[in-house]
T-cell receptor, first 114, second 110 residues
Framework: EAGVTQFPSHSVIEKGQTVTLRCDPISGHDNLYWYRRVMGKEIKFLLHFVKESKQDESGMPNNRFLAERTGGTYSTLKVQPAELEDSGVYFC????????????FGPGTRLTVL | AQRVTQPEKLLSVFKGAPVELKCNYSYSGSPELFWYVQYSRQRLQLLLRHISRESIKGFTADLNKGETSFHLKKPFAQEEDSAMYYCALREYSSASKIIFGSGTRLSIRP
């Protein structure tokens, strides 16, 4: 079975442009998480979906970031407009329903804003 | 504030030598502690969690609540252990977000 997949693997855009990252969780996983690692910093939580509902979005940095999870399946994370400090690696993770299950991570999307 | 501290950015040891990756945490509640590993060109994966109390790939980690530490240890390092290691925690109650340390790159010299 395929693990968590993310698209694209790399994205290079200019400041002010819009980028949309996609995450496909493992089939049957109700929980979906977004994290990011900015250069030189630790991996930080952005938000958590349970099915299509946002359970916790306390880590979203500002209103330039918009996350959606259509029909409780895949999720998108849109950055509009992108700023230089948004550069980093964006990870998606998913887990089975419930609170104690292991989170399985995707390979990440490396975003570079020039 | 919830925080995970990994004091070493890089740790280099010879093959066969013991390894200890340090991790300290600050958390007011009752956390669940983890070690994640990312090998070259692979995705982040769970190595072990403190509630399992098991050894994975020869690694062990003991939660010391008095010292708020969760150091990762292996008695004899192998070349395939070279990777990036992240200590992490999440709270039992919500069990949503995972809080990561900044990571330690472990390099095993032949």
């Amino acid at each position: 079975e395929a693990g968590v997949t993310q698209f694209p693997s790399h994205s290079v855009i200019e400041k002010g442009q819009t980028v949309t990252l996609r995450c496909d969780p493992i089939s049957g996983h109700d929980n979906l998480y977004w994290y990011r690692r900015v250069m030189g910093k630790e991996i930080k939580f952005l938000l958590h979906f349970v099915k299509e509902s946002k359970q916790d979005e306390s880590g979203m940095p500002n209103n330039r970031f918009l996350a959606e999870r259509t029909g409780g399946t895949y999720s998108t994370l849109k950055v509009q407009p992108a700023e230089l400090e948004d550069s980093g690696v964006y990870f998606c993770a998913s887990s089975l329903a419930g609170v104690y299950n292991e989170q399985f991570f995707g390979p990440g999307t490396r975003l570079t804003v020039l | 504030a919830q925080r995970v501290t990994q004091p070493e950015k890089l740790l280099s040891v010879f093959k066969g030598a013991p390894v200890e990756l340090k991790c300290n945490y600050s958390y007011s509640g009752s956390p669940e502690l983890f070690w994640y590993v990312q090998y070259s060109r692979q995705r982040l994966q769970l190595l072990l969690r403190h509630i399992s109390r098991e050894s994975i790939k020869g690694f062990t980690a003991d939660l010391n609540k008095g010292e708020t530490s969760f150091h990762l240890k292996k008695p004899f390092a192998q070349e395939e252990d070279s990777a990036m290691y992240y200590c992490a925690l999440r709270e039992y109650s919500s069990a949503s977000k995972i809080i990561f340390g900044s990571g330690t790159r472990l390099s095993i010299r032949p």
